[in-house]
């Protein structure tokens, strides 16, 4: 089997999935996984298949291009090879890091190098900017997976430091927590 991971982009409409699955399943392509969402109004999803080893790379572009020629979609497609990263099996626990505050230029940048430094991976970001002053207009929601051997106190801190420096709000919460909270 080859594994391949894609991604898609294009102006959002009803039936981009329908589309680019339908090409998947009439080329004998198995979803391993999937991630898809909307920003403001352009569709992006990144996609991991694995389907027959007659099908290369160009194979599967030519036949995601061309089935979905109506859609006007742009695809980047890269053959994944050997083993998965060390991060797949860290040792970790998984955190929600939200901030709320004035936008402006550099925030995930500024937050995101602090959570570097830590060894901290973000598995999944959503950031809504909607401008202004207002801080309930821009939101960031990190998922980030911190290895168990991380100072948390010491990681709060410089959270909560940059934060302040930014003017954002922050909070942290184990992701077990975060989700009891705030089911509907």
Sequence with gaps: MNKFIFSVIGKDRPGIIAAVTKVLFENDFNIEDVSQTILQSEFSGVFIVTGPEAMGQDDLVKALENGTQHLELHFQVREIEGK????????????????????????????????????????????????????????????????????????????????????????MQHKNIFEAINRI
């Design 84 to 171: 998965p990263s060390d991060w797949a099996s860290c040792a970790c626990e998984p955190f929600v890091l939200t901030t709320r505050g004035p936008d402006r230029k550099g925030l995930v940048a500024a937050m995101t190098a602090v959570l570097a430094i830590h060894n901290v991976n973000v598995t999944q970001l959503k950031a809504v900017f909607r401008g202004g002053d207002e801080p309930g207009r821009n939101t960031m929601i990190y998922e980030v997976d911190i290895p168990l051997d991380v100072d948390l106190d010491k990681l709060r801190t410089a959270l909560q430091a940059k934060a302040a420096e930014l003017n954002l709000k922050m909070s």
